[in-house]
């Protein structure tokens, strides 16, 4: 069963700073992984996809890598604002089927 | 393009009521869709898969003469939760799977919460 998770769970930094959030998956036979972003009592917003031939994808100030041979992905997110404070979930595609971690949950201060 | 929406956005019932959630792709057809839960601060689990004109395959630990599941069109898929109790109370996800340019996406719905009093 492929397990996700996300580290850490909550993280807090100040405008300006550029956030990496990390996430891991046991199996390493994945189709896609997915970012998604979700604002508190909201659905999911996708922020970034990364086939499983790819070893990155940047959009404006997102970047997401990818290594599927450790098992891990990285969100960064370069220069944060407070826009950028929501819970940030990670998934992995596998036999047609998403497996998502807890998420981590992140606050920008003005 | 590719807008889930689901109805409705909360709801609250007595125990052992039940509930209808709807999901509906917009702009596009969906053969698959998905039902997914989530606790406060926990992460999305997948309930089931439905595809359209066939029968729901849930996950392990996922009661399906608890948890509904009609897929009647490409567009509409409805979760039933029948016999409502107060743990059945969560934020309920669906999403639509689109084929396009040689991939499967799926598009999420917004959510519904559902609370059991």
């Known amino acids: 069963k492929q397990e996700v998770t996300q580290i850490p769970a909550a993280l807090s930094v100040p405008e300006g700073e550029n956030l990496v959030l990390n996430c891991s998956f046991t199996?390493?036979?994945?189709?896609?992984l997915q970012w998604f972003r979700q604002d508190p009592g909201k659905g999911l917003t996708s922020l970034l996809l990364?086939?499983?031939?790819?070893r990155e994808q940047t959009s404006g100030r997102l970047n997401a890598s990818l290594d599927k041979s450790s098992g891990r992905s990285t969100l960064y997110i370069a220069a944060s604002q407070p826009g950028d404070s929501a819970t940030y979930l990670c998934a992995v595609m596998a036999d047609y089927k998403l497996s998502f971690g807890a998420g981590t949950t992140v606050t920008v201060r003005a | 393009g590719a807008v889930v929406s689901q109805h409705p956005s909360w709801v609250i019932c007595k125990s052992g009521t039940s509930v209808k959630i709807e999901c509906r792709s917009l702009d596009f057809q969906a053969t698959t869709m998905f039902w997914y839960r989530q606790f406060p601060k926990q992460s999305l689990m997948l309930m089931a898969t439905s595809n359209e004109g066939s029968k729901a395959t849930y996950e392990q630990g996922v009661e399906k003469d608890k948890f509904l599941i009609n897929h009647a069109s490409l567009t509409l898929s409805t979760l039933t939760v029948t016999s409502a109790h107060p743990e059945d109370s969560s934020f309920y996800i669906c999403s639509a799977s689109e084929y396009k340019q040689g991939a499967d996406t799926q598009y999420f719905g917004p959510g519904t919460r559902l609370t059991v009093l």
């Open positions: 199996d390493s036979a994945i189709y896609n």
């Open positions: 990364i086939q499983s031939s790819q």
